[in-house]
C-alpha cells in the first residue's frame, strides 16, 4: 500500500538522523523547533532542519490531521514531554527502517514492562508469572546493565519502562534499581498488588520519581478480592495503599482483572477510582500461567462486551465534554484518560458507540482515550504486542509480551546475552506478530469469522497471547473473547469445566 512512497520517506527520513556531537539527536531537535521551541542548532544541522526536515514535519502533520497545539501540548508542554519525544524519533527510525506499515513498527519498543522478580506474596488464581516459586533472577548489578541497555535501544532509548513481577515490592533493591532506571529512562511505573504500599514505601516511590501507580484491585469486597488472591486479609492492605497513593499525589490506578467470579463487582470498583480521583484499567482474562488452569473463569463474548460498553460510555462522554469545553473556551481542564483496557477490541467497541450517537472517532486499547490518537487508532494497532511494547522476564528473557507463555517459542533471546537491536529487526516470531494481513478467519455455520475477516483488525487485531493460549501456540488464530468471534467461543468452550 505503502510501497510507492516508503522509498522517498526513507530516504528523507535518513537524512535528519542524524547524531550530531554539538547538538544530538537532529530527529528530536528538529521536531521541537518545528513545535515552536527556542532550540540552537549548529550550521549543517540548520541548513537540514530548514531544507528537509521542517517541510517534512509540515506535510506529515497535515496528513496525520495533527493539531499543532495538541503537539506542542504532548511534546513540550506536558511533563512526560521526554517520553513523547523518544517515542516520537522511534517512530520516525522505524519508518527509516522499514517504511509505513499499518499498523506501525517503531524502531524499538515505546514501553517495556520488566517483571522484576518471580517473588510474591500473594497466590492469584489469574497469575500470569506463576509467580511465587525460586527461580534464577537478575543480580542488582545486572539490573543496572539492563537498563544501560535498554536507555540506548536504537541510539534513542526506551521512553518507559514498568516493573512488575511478581510483587516487584518484594525485592530489597527495588527502589535503588528504580531511582538508577529513572536517571535513564524519563517514564517509569510499577504494578503492583498493593500490599507492601505503606507510607513509608508510597513516598519512596515518590522520591525515587516513580510516574505511575498501577494497583491490582479484584473485587470491590474483601470477600471477592481475598478468594481470588487467595491470601485472607489482602484486601485490606491493598486498600491502604491505594489511600496512601492517592494522598501522596501520586497518579494512581486501579486495575482489576474481570473474569466470571467478579464481573458484577467492576462498575463498583470503577466508582471507588473514580471517587478517589484514580485511573481504571481492564485486564483482560488471559489463559497464560496460572490462569490457564482456571479458565473457566473468562469471561464470555458478551460479558466481556457489556463490561466494554460501561467503559465505552464513560469515556464517549468524557471525551465530548472535553471537545464541547475546548470548542467554548479553547481549551479542557477534563482528563479523558482515565479509563483504559488491555483488550484491544476496546477500540471497536469505542467507534461503535461514538458512532451511534454522531461522532467518528475512537480509542486505541491500551492507549485508550488519549485525545488525538484518534486519527492513528490504526497506525497505533491496537495490541501493541512486539511492536510497541515487549515484555522482560525476572532472569533477562525478552518476551514479545508478558501474557505469552514462556517456552522456548516465545523467548525472543536475553537482554544481557543478546543484541536487542538484532532481536527487533530480525525475530520471525516478531514480523509474525506485526502482520494483521495472515490473522486467520473460518467458515462456521455458512459465516467468515475471525480476526482475519474483520474490518477492525488494523485498529484491534485481537489480543494475541490469548489466541496463542486458546489455539495451542497459534499466533494469527482468532481472539475468541470478542463478540464478532461468538460462535467460535462456543465451540471451544464446550470443553471447560464447569
Ligand atoms: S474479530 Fe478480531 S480484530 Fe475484529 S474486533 Fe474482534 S478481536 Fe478485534
Ligand atoms: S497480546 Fe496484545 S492485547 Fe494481549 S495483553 Fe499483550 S499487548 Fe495486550
Not at 46 to 51: K, T, Y
Not at 351 to 361: I, M, P, S, T, Y
Request: charged share 25%; net charge neutral.
Amino acid at each position: 500500500m505503502f510501497s510507492a512512497i516508503n522509498p522517498l520517506l526513507k530516504t528523507v527520513i535518513k537524512k535528519v538522523d542524524v547524531e550530531c556531537e554539538q547538538d544530538g539527536s537532529l530527529l528530536i531537535k528538529s521536531l521541537k523547533r518545528f513545535l515552536g521551541e527556542d532550540v540552537h542548532l549548529c550550521g549543517s544541522c540548520a541548513i537540514l532542519d530548514r531544507r528537509i526536515a521542517n517541510p517534512f514535519y509540515q506535510i506529515g502533520a497535515r496528513i496525520m490531521r495533527s493539531e499543532p497545539r495538541f503537539m506542542r501540548d504532548r511534546f513540550l508542554d506536558q511533563e512526560y514531554g521526554e517520553a513523547w519525544l523518544k517515542g516520537f524519533a522511534l517512530m520516525m527510525k522505524g519508518i527509516e527502517k522499514y517504511g509505513i506499515r499499518i499498523p506501525f513498527t517503531p524502531a524499538g519498543p515505546f514501553e517495556i514492562v520488566w517483571n522484576f522478580t518471580y517473588s510474591c506474596n500473594l497466590r492469584c488464581k489469574h497469575c500470569y508469572e506463576d509467580a511465587g516459586f525460586h527461580r534464577p533472577e537478575l543480580t542488582t548489578d545486572q539490573a543496572f546493565t539492563t537498563i544501560d541497555k535498554l536507555s540506548k535501544i536504537a541510539n534513542i532509548g526506551l521512553p518507559a519502562l514498568s516493573f512488575s513481577g511478581g510483587e516487584p515490592l518484594i525485592r530489597k533493591d527495588f527502589f535503588e534499581v528504580a531511582a538508577y532506571a529513572k536517571k535513564k529512562i524519563p517514564y517509569i511505573s510499577i504494578a503492583t498488588n498493593g500490599t507492601l504500599l505503606t507510607k513509608d514505601n508510597v513516598k519512596k516511590l515518590k522520591e525515587v520519581g516513580v510516574d505511575y501507580v498501577e494497583i491490582s484491585l479484584d473485587g470491590a469486597s474483601k470477600e471477592v478480592h481475598d478468594s481470588f488472591r487467595r491470601v485472607p486479609g489482602c484486601f485490606e492492605k491493598t486498600m491502604e495503599g491505594i489511600r496512601n497513593c492517592v494522598d501522596e499525589n501520586l497518579d494512581t490506578c486501579i486495575a482489576a482483572t474481570a473474569h466470571k467470579e467478579n464481573l458484577d463487582e467492576i462498575p463498583k470498583i470503577i466508582e471507588l477510582a473514580q471517587d478517589l480521583g484514580a485511573r481504571f484499567m481492564h485486564f483482560n482474562y488471559v489463559p497464560t500461567g496460572r490462569a490457564k488452569k482456571h479458565v473457566e473463569l473468562d469471561l464470555s463474548p458478551k460479558e466481556r462486551l457489556s463490561l466494554l460498553e460501561i467503559m465505552g460510555r464513560k469515556i464517549v462522554s468524557l471525551y465530548l465534554r472535553a471537545k464541547e469545553e475546548e470548542q467554548r473556551t479553547g481549551k479542557t481542564s477534563i482528563k479523558t484518560d482515565r479509563f483504559f483496557s488491555t483488550c484491544p477490541q476496546f477500540a471497536s467497541v469505542v467507534k461503535r458507540l461514538a458512532k451511534e450517537g454522531g461522532h467518528d472517532f475512537t480509542v486505541s486499547a491500551h492507549y485508550a482515550a488519549k485525545k488525538g490518537v484518534e486519527n492513528v487508532a490504526n497506525f497505533l494497532g491496537g495490541c501493541g504486542t512486539g511492536r510497541l511494547y515487549v515484555g522482560l522476564e525476572p532472569n533477562g528473557d525478552v518476551k514479545p509480551c508478558v501474557f505469552f507463555p514462556t517456552n522456548e517459542n516465545t523467548i525472543l533471546g536475553n537482554i544481557l546475552e543478546d543484541d536487542f537491536e538484532h532481536i527487533w529487526d530480525n525475530n520471525a516470531l516478531l514480523w509474525k506478530l506485526r502482520t494483521r494481513e495472515k490473522l486467520e478467519s473460518y467458515e462456521i455455520n455458512g459465516q467468515t469469522i475471525g480476526c482475519g475477516n474483520c474490518e477492525d483488525k488494523y485498529i484491534c487485531g485481537g489480543c494475541r497471547a490469548r489466541a496463542y493460549g486458546y489455539f495451542n501456540g497459534n499466533l494469527n488464530a482468532p481472539d475468541i473473547g470478542c463478540i464478532d468471534n461468538e460462535e467460535l467461543w462456543k465451540k471451544a468452550t464446550k470443553s471447560f469445566p464447569t
